[in-house]
């Protein structure tokens, strides 16, 4: 199917997309979504009440271990020695419930599965960005929740699914040979769907011109094809000529840099949100909120330091996840291998569940280790106010080694990259030797994002 597309003319690409999204359409936000989305918004109306927070979580603990514990072969091993699903209660679970590592989710998958025949069952691939992609599996109506939970976040910063829209992800909507115009079109969505792989300084204008042909309401991207967009339109002094109400991201980390550029010449704000293919939880920034929030309808979000203790207010730790949506492949206490910081205030927690995150501080692999033993992560403060460079990724080989891949920006790049260099030292020490390589674009993985950080070690 895909070798027939890639030799259709753009304009019956545009109706094969049509049609495909018609599928999804259906798929998506038929069933129970219509129900559940109304339920949800209730919901989310009482979010500030503890009491009815406690009540749920409490509620979907139990009867999400009860279900494991008889249906799911791994948890039927791992938790006979639990105590009676009855007395596990919101408090105890953290003490009484084992974690769950990656390694142990991808080594044993197929005995997450429920034994209980289910129909419509759907298989979601992550896109394996650290080299081992994971097959989650759940039910058509797990999925629907899972929207109904993103048109929620769309909803509280004024936007639908079904606005008209401008879409940067990792789909291969082109071969890596096509030309112009680098944008297809999803009518049953209302979407322009944008290559995120053909974005560089020769191509950006025609990407500027399809977004001012389409005129979209908001866009919907990664973080780096956006930003990535924004610092070529700005080098070539192209205009967007209808700016969109709002720019929403996820699937990557959002670094502060990269918001300030993308605002700044869309005009527009930007709303950050965190989900993943295995539907522990999700963080988002709902009603223009800074903060994030963790969804406590979708699932329980605990932050551990490395002793496995519940960080305090300000400080940052692992995500650990329980998700309340997909009984069909439960996971619970489950490391994902992402990192957050708690938000510094008293309302932050409620027990051991993270409510108010500060910033997404990106994958474990995504920290840089220094000599001394350090794991820094977040660097991008040392952008802030650095010319010259069109982006950066940092590539660590060894502990005392580090390359820089620099995509330069003008006349001023030589001088950027020696303030770049000083602004990394001054947080990671004198040890480590920097070496820039001058790239004409960053290498993307196989899903079409720009890490930030790439560890060799």
């Given amino acids: 199917m895909d070798s027939l597309y890639q030799l259709m003319p753009p304009f019956m690409q545009n109706i094969a997309l049509s049609m495909y999204g018609l599928q999804l359409k259906v798929r998506r936000y038929g069933g129970i979504y219509p129900g559940y989305k109304k339920e949800l918004d209730e919901y989310m109306a009482s979010m500030g009440d503890v009491n009815i927070v406690k009540?749920?979580?409490?509620?979907?603990?139990?009867?999400?271990?009860?279900?494991?514990?008889?249906?799911v072969p791994y948890y039927s091993e791992c938790y006979r020695l639990l105590p009676n699903e009855c007395e596990i209660t919101l408090d105890n679970f953290s003490s009484v419930v084992p974690i769950l590592d990656k390694s142990t989710l991808k080594s044993r998958s197929s005995e997450f599965r429920s034994k209980e025949k289910c129909k419509d069952i759907v298989t979601i691939n992550t896109s394996g960005s650290t080299g081992s992609p994971l097959s989650i599996a759940c039910t058509r109506s797990a999925l629907q929740k899972n929207y109904a939970h993103f048109e929620y976040f769309?909803?509280?910063?004024?936007?639908?699914?079904?606005?008209?829209?401008a879409t940067f992800a990792g789909r291969k909507i082109l071969s890596s040979d096509s030309g112009a115009p680098f944008c297809r079109k999803n009518?049953?969505?209302?979407?322009?769907?944008?290559?995120?792989?053909?974005l560089?300084?020769?191509?950006?204008?025609?990407?500027?011109?399809?977004?001012?042909?389409w005129a979209p309401i908001y866009i919907d991207s990664y973080p780096s094809a956006v930003y990535?967009?924004?610092?070529?339109?700005?080098?070539?002094g192209l205009v967007l000529n209808n700016k969109p109400k709002c720019i929403v991201t996820s699937s990557e980390t959002l670094f502060s840099y990269q918001r300030r550029e993308i605002e700044d010449f869309f005009e527009c704000k930007v709303y950050d949100q965190y989900g993943q293919a295995e539907m522990g939880g999700t963080l988002a920034q709902y009603n223009s909120e800074s903060l994030y929030t963790a969804n406590p309808f979708y699932g329980l979000v605990e932050v551990l330091d490395e002793e496995g203790r519940q960080v305090m207010p300000g400080e940052s730790g692992a995500l650990v996840l329980t998700g309340f949506i997909n009984s069909y492949m439960p996971l619970i206490r489950y490391k994902i291998g992402d990192n957050v910081t708690v938000a510094n205030s008293e309302d932050a927690f409620i027990g051991s569940h993270a409510l108010k995150i500060s910033e997404i501080v990106g994958r474990e692999d995504d920290v840089v280790l220094t000599p001394e033993g350090k794991r820094i992560g977040r660097l991008d403060p040392a952008f802030k106010g650095v010319v010259g460079i069109g982006g950066c990724?940092?590539?660590?080989?060894?502990?005392?080694?580090?390359e820089l891949r620099i995509?330069?920006?003008?006349?001023?790049?030589?001088?950027?990259?020696?303030?770049l260099i000083q602004n990394l030292k001054e947080r990671?020490?004198?040890?480590?030797?920097?070496?820039?390589t001058k790239v004409q674009e960053l290498e993307k993985t196989k899903s079409g994002k720009v890490k930030g950080v790439i560890s060799k070690l």
């Fill in 55 to 71: 009540a749920f979580q409490a509620s979907k603990i139990r009867e999400l271990v009860s279900y494991a514990k008889k249906n």
């Fill in 154 to 165: 769309l909803n509280s910063n004024g936007v639908n699914s079904f606005d008209r829209s």
């Fill in 187 to 198: 009518f049953t969505m209302n979407t322009l769907l944008c290559s995120s792989y053909h």
């Fill in 200 to 213: 560089s300084e020769k191509n950006v204008a025609s990407y500027i011109n399809e977004l001012n042909d």
């Fill in 228 to 236: 990535e967009l924004a610092c070529l339109a700005k080098v070539k």
């Fill in 393 to 402: 990724q940092i590539v660590q080989h060894a502990l005392d080694k580090i």
């Fill in 407 to 419: 995509v330069p920006q003008g006349e001023s790049a030589d001088n950027g990259v020696a303030e």
């Fill in 428 to 436: 990671l020490g004198e040890s480590i030797t920097f070496q820039v």
